[in-house]
Each structure stands twice: as C-alpha cells, then as structure tokens.
C-alpha cells in the first residue's frame, strides 16, 4: 500500500464559501458544520422528527462523557443493543441499522460506536446528518468509529439534492468484488453536497476478470473423407468414346471458405483413329500458398508414375493463423450505478484456410480393338477453414475508495483507502483450423491387353489455420478518489492507495492488456 497526504491551499474566501455550501466540517467546531453555534433549534427531541441539528447536539462538541441531552432530536442506531424490528429508533429502544433509520425520514442519525446491522448500500438522502463515534450506553463522544461495512460492492450513496449532508465518525467498509469484472466502491457521491469528516472509507479487492471464450462456430467437417471436402474420384478407362476425353475427378471447393478449393483431375488421353492422344494434367489446388501442386498427365515420352513431382497431385500447405487480438487499455466510465470497466481485449483474427490439393494427372488411352480412352485424375481436397480468433479477456474489477460525479464535497481528517484491482482476463485461446479433405482416387485403368495405367489421386487439402489469441482484459484500478467534472478539494485527505491488477495476458507485449491506473486521484 502507498500512503499519500495531499496538502490543498485555499484562499480563505473561497474555503468558506465552500464551507457554507457543502456543510464542511470545521476543526475547531463542528457546530458550523450544521449552522448551530448559537443558533435555534427547530426540531423537537423525539425519535425520527428531521430538520436541522439542534444546537449543542454535535457529539465532539460536547464536553469529555457526557451523554447527548435528552432534548437532541434524531434517530438513534446501535449495533449492539438495537433491533430494527422491534427498536422505535429512541436512545433507549434504537434500531440496529442506519439504513432503518434513514427510511423513516430522519435527518439526523446518531449511531454508537460499533458495528451496525445494515447488509445492503446505504442511500443517504439529501439533508442527512449521520453522527458516529457514540457511547453504545449513555451515547456520550468516544471519538472511535461506527463501522458501517454491509454486504455491498457498493457501501454508501449519497445522491443529489438541494440540502447539504455530513458524515461524522464513521468506518465505512464495501465488500469486495465477487463475479466477474465487479468492483468494490466505498461512497458514490452522485451531484451531492456534503461533507465528511474525522472517516476512514475502505473499498475491498476487485474481481478478477474473465478469460475471453474460444468460439464454436462450424467451420467444417472434422473427417477429411466427408464428401463436403474430399476430391470426387477419377473416372475409368472405357471404350464407350474412345474420341473424348474421359471426365475428370472434380476438385473439391469448401462451401465454408470458398478459396480454399482443390485442383481438378486431369482428363484421360483419347485415341482418335490409331492416334493415341496425352493425358491431361490436373489443376492446383488454391489459394496459392506453394504447395498444392498439379499432377502431370501421362504422355508418350514414357516413365510416368502416380509419384510426386509426376502424376500424383501435391498436397496443400497448411493455413498461418489469424493475428492476435490487441489488448485492452480504455480507462472505462463512472456512474451512479458504480464504475463499468472498459471494453474487453480485441478479438483475434481468423487463420487462414488451408491450400486445396492439386488435382491427379490422367493417364493415357490404348490403341486396341475396341479402342480405350484413359482414366482421368482424382480431385484435389479441399483445404479447410481457419478458426475464428479468441474473444478478448474482460478487464478487471476496480477498487475505489470514493466516487465524485461532479459533486461537491470537503473531507477533514478522512482516509481513503483502496486495496487490490482484479487481474485483467486472458485472451481466449483460438479455435482450431479445420483438415483438408484427402484428394479422390485417380481412375481405374484397363487390365485388357494392351492394358493402360491407372491414373493419379488427387492431393490432400491443407489444414486450417488456428486463429490468433484473443487480447487481454485491462487490469482493475486501484484508486484513492474518482472523479468527474470538478476535482473536489483534496486538503484534508489521507490516501492509502493499493495495487492495481495486472493487464490480461495476449499473445506479445502488444496483446497484453494494461495494468490498471493507480494513484490518489483520477478524473474520469
């Protein structure tokens, strides 16, 4: 933890002009906090009647033990003797919470020095003047804390209102962030007025963000014979019509990533007359990525085989993967619903699909009685797709000791503490490419004397590439005091500021995401 104390000069016009209008507390009296130095009171005694605080009702105005006067006026809370069934919020029949005490209406809450029973945020409306530091017997000053600490991320509120409202003597404790991304914010003061004073506010650890998923989509088969990618078969030889070419084995397209196509078979020879007429050879297989290649056709020059670099079709090459997704680094924003973190880590990009096989080469016809055309090539495999890229790691959760949303507020004597920011997530990993189909058999070639050679298969697809890692999550912020609009005057404030989360890991310095912001103040 690091401990700062931010000193503030005022021009004494303007501190009491903000005194006034906040109901900033004062060192040598707290009357003034409350307009009741020497002034009138204009509330009875009774529990839950509002209104100003009657003058000689400041608990640490009152000289050493002794007890508040009967004639105060306001609501009274003990967590150790009180109930919030069955109290009636009089010093000898108090509630447990101040958050019972405020539904009623009351303006003034005096609350003894011990824990209290409220378990969700405290709204304090406008004009509330909430007193700490009780004597949980007499209700005398003892100038120790009245722990407020419910089970929130969020533990006190104070929206906007024309009144001006004050905290006294209080220890105010959020929970810590629980789920994913959640933060832990001690006071929102949300356009509000008021003034806090001799209260220590603590925001508990953020939640650690998530990994980023690694998607599902369908990206093809997973069996590389699937007939959605395997090359289609070559044709046999035949002496239907010797004269034309025998069809080819088609290269496979994959209808999911329609460039990553396989080379067509080639055509078997004819024999027009006594001339025996070359095979053809098969087509490549695409996108080009240097592999894929096509299968020579037979010819007459003789030693020809179904081996690579001859007539068998080459295999495709193997998709890269996608680029990795940049990590994240948005500050995120502030609002009276508490802080929404920044966006999560970039996705990753797609891989690339793999090259189709290229196509087998035919082979050639016999000159015979009856004549044979050759058998054609089989068809390259299609490559397959390339998976989608990882979703970004979402950012951590913040901790926050107090919240300004273009408010006005004094502190005097106050420690904001903050403790850890949740972790950034990690990108999610990238989903797999998919196979390539196997390329098609080459066609069956005639055992009839003078026989012909069989032709080529086609060449197996390329695998889809992996897509890249998604980016990191930002880390969570550890921050003293967050603000928007007007800084408030810091003068008066201890800040005892924590750790900010580590940014998600991605893949590479830029894939990373930031480590959350930390320090006394930031304006969002």
């Known amino acids: 933890m690091r401990t700062y104390r931010i000193v503030g000069l005022v021009a004494l016009g303007s501190l009491g002009a903000a005194a006034t209008a906040a109901g900033c507390f004062d ?121 407020l600490a419910p089970d929130a991320q969020i533990a006190m509120i104070l929206p906007q209102g024309a009144a001006a409202s004050g905290v006294a003597d209080f220890e105010i404790h959020a929970a810590a962030g629980t789920a994913a991304i959640t933060s832990s914010i001690g006071v929102i003061a949300d356009g509000a007025t008021a003034a806090f004073e001799r209260t220590d506010v603590f925001a508990g650890n953020g939640a650690v963000g998530e990994k980023g998923a690694t998607p599902t989509d369908d990206i093809g088969p997973t069996d590389p014979n699937d007939a959605a990618i395997k090359g289609g078969n070559g044709n046999p030889a035949d002496t239907t019509t010797p004269g034309i070419p025998t069809s080819p084995g088609e290269g496979r397209i994959n209808a999911l990533c329609d460039t990553a196509a396989g080379g067509n078979g080639g055509t078997g020879g004819t024999v027009v007359g006594a001339v025996v007429n070359d095979a053809g050879p098969g087509g490549p297989g695409l996108p080009a990525l240097g592999g894929g290649t096509a299968g020579l056709g037979e010819t007459s020059a003789g030693n020809w085989n179904c081996v690579a670099g001859q007539g068998l079709g080459g295999a495709g090459v193997n998709g890269g993967a996608g680029n990795a997704g940049p990590g994240a680094s948005g500050l995120g924003t502030l609002t009276s619903a508490g802080y929404s973190p920044a966006p999560p880590g970039g996705q990753g990009g797609r891989g690339l699909p793999g090259q189709g096989g290229g196509g087998g080469g035919g082979a050639r016809g016999r000159d015979a009685t009856p004549d044979v055309r050759g058998p054609s090539g089989g068809g390259g495999g299609s490559g397959g797709c390339g998976g989608f890229g990882g979703l970004g790691g979402t950012a951590g959760g913040a901790s926050i000791a107090f919240v300004s949303l273009g408010a006005t507020v004094t502190f005097t004597e106050v420690t904001l503490h903050s403790a850890t920011g949740g972790g950034g997530g990690e990108g999610g990993d990238g989903q797999g490419g998919r196979t390539g189909g196997n390329g098609g058999d080459g066609g069956i070639g005639s055992g009839t004397t003078p026989a012909t050679l069989n032709a080529c298969a086609g060449g197996s697809g390329g695998q889809g590439g992996f897509g890249g890692k998604g980016g990191g999550g930002r880390g969570g912020h550890s921050l003293g005091l967050a603000f928007t609009g007007t800084a408030p005057d810091a003068a008066g404030v201890t800040f005892d500021v924590g750790t900010p989360g580590q940014g998600g890991l991605g893949a590479g310095p830029s894939g990373n995401g930031a480590d959350g912001a930390t320090g006394p103040t930031q304006q969002f």
Not at 58 to 72: E, G, H, I, M, Y
């Open 27 to 147: 060192n040598s009296s707290d009357c003034e906090v409350f307009n009741t130095c020497g002034g009138t009171t204009s509330t009875t005694g009774t529990a839950g009647s509002g209104g100003s605080v009657d003058p000689g009702c400041v608990p640490s105005d009152l000289p050493a033990n002794t007890p508040l006067p009967d004639t105060c006026a306001g609501v009274f809370v003990s967590g150790t003797n009180g109930n919030d069934g069955t109290g009636d919020g009089t010093r000898g029949n108090p509630y447990a919470s101040v958050a019972t005490a405020l539904a009623g209406g009351a303006a003034v809450v005096y609350a003894c020095a011990a824990p209290t029973a409220d378990t969700a945020t405290v709204q304090v409306p406008a004009g509330s003047n909430l007193f700490g530091g009780l004597d949980c017997a007499d209700w005398h000053y003892t100038g120790d804390k009245t722990v």
